[in-house]
């Protein structure tokens, strides 16, 4: 029999795919599931049970999530990456860990053919397809729910007569969690206007007293939460997250446009990200020089709409991250954060690399490292060619 590998979450999508690929098209189905933080040793003990009693040949386990944060989160909190200022890229970057994952695994089984369960109107058929095309040319892509056209109904529909025994009631939202962010669709994103209500969000709000955080940074990537210290900095982004979800903080929804061309509207919450991103942000605004910031934003901003698009292969993607990595040299240090219900502040930091030290000078008070005389010569020289350009036009007019 020809091998498959499938890419499998266990939800209605893929468990069509893997009674489809093996009954009607005679596959040797292999299912993996990758990892990226959202979900429990439990959870993953009964999708691989689903998976064997729909008849895979083998099922994998990949723990990825560690690999994702060095691969792609590590950046993004280098770059302070918010797409639209608004959105921490939480399904889109885990889409491209789990494609190279599953590209990986085609290889390993010496598989035929590779298979996902996307629907032909989302921005994750585009992110598997270019993966695979780039990963293992000359591999079968099949995509039976984009190439079926199929609906909810008729999926249920087909499992029901092969006797599939699942949950097929569809809950009120769509879910994804991963280890950068949680998103949430439902009703009230498919339209232009609307706002998902209290309990459509994961997290529920249980903290109402204020509470003080301090993030500690090493060369930009977070190691100490309160002075707890992590052996890598995916478990301090999961350790923050038990605290910051708490206050519904990070809760917005992102309206932003698709690599298919349309516009779409997700809801997320991602607390521990975006609490990481304004801090980190907040101690780079200390510790990095006026260009250094300018051009890493510049970078950063390509960067994200490139890995957004799935583009994560790209050579340039390589020399931009090697950029950033040169500009968190002196990123270390602390960042201080308040906590309340549905919002946060940052209080400020404390680094040995801060620019903003007393020693040359007191922004509007103080100056010591210069004379008034220093400046009156330097604003002169400074504005030159453009007084040059004033008086001559104005003795030409």
């Given at each position: ?54 008849g ?52 390993a ?8 369960g ?71 994103t ?12 994961p997290?529920q ?7 003080e ?23 301090a ?32 919450e ?69 906590l ?24 509007g ?33």
């Amino acid at each position: 029999m020809k091998k498959i590998v499938l890419g499998f979450s266990g939800g209605l999508d893929t468990t069509y795919c893997v009674k489809y690929l093996s009954e009607e098209k005679g596959y040797e189905v292999h299912s993996v599931i990758v990892n990226t933080g959202g979900f429990s040793a439990d959870e993953l003990t009964k999708i691989e049970a689903h998976a064997y009693k729909l008849g895979v040949k083998t099922h994998t386990t990949v723990d990825a999530v560690k690999g994702y944060y060095d691969r792609i989160i590590k950046y993004l909190v280098f770059g302070n990456v918010l797409k639209n200022n608004t959105y921490p890229l939480s399904v889109s970057a885990e889409r491209l860990v789990q494609a190279l994952h599953i590209a990986e695994h085609v290889k390993a089984l010496n598989a035929t053919a590779v298979a996902h369960g996307s629907t032909g109107a989302g921005n994750d058929q585009v992110r598997f397809d270019m993966v695979f095309n780039i990963m293992i040319p000359g591999v079968e892509i099949i995509t039976p729910i984009r190439d079926l056209r199929l609906s909810r109904e008729e999926e249920i529909a087909y499992l029901k007569a092969k006797g599939v025994d699942m949950n097929f009631e569809k809950a009120a939202y769509s879910i994804n969690k991963g280890l950068w962010g949680t998103s949430v669709g439902g009703r009230e994103t498919l339209s232009s206007k609307g706002m998902l209500p209290e309990e459509a969000w994961p997290t529920q709000v249980t903290a109402s007293e204020s509470r003080e955080v301090k993030l500690h940074f090493e060369k930009g990537e977070l190691t100490a939460v309160d002075d707890k210290t992590f052996g890598h900095p995916s478990e301090a982004i999961q350790y923050l997250q038990t605290i910051a979800g708490a206050y519904g903080i990070g809760r917005d929804i992102h309206v932003g446009d698709t690599i298919i061309g349309i516009k779409g509207r997700v809801g997320f919450e991602a607390a521990a990200p975006v609490v990481i991103l304004k801090a980190h942000h907040a101690l780079e605004k200390h510790v990095l020089t006026k260009w250094q910031l300018s051009w890493k934003d510049t970078i950063a901003n390509f960067y994200g709409n490139w890995l957004h698009e799935g583009q994560i292969l790209d050579p340039v993607m390589r020399d931009m991250e090697a950029f950033m990595q040169s500009a968190q040299e002196n990123v270390t240090g602390d960042v201080f954060v308040q906590l309340l219900p549905y919002r946060f502040q940052v209080i400020g930091i404390e680094s040995a690399y801060d620019l903003m030290s007393s020693k040359f000078g007191k922004y509007g008070e103080m100056n010591n490292g210069w004379s008034g005389e220093d400046v009156r010569g330097f604003s002169k020289i400074f504005g030159n060619q453009t007084m040059i350009w004033h008086q001559v036009k104005e003795s030409n007019d």
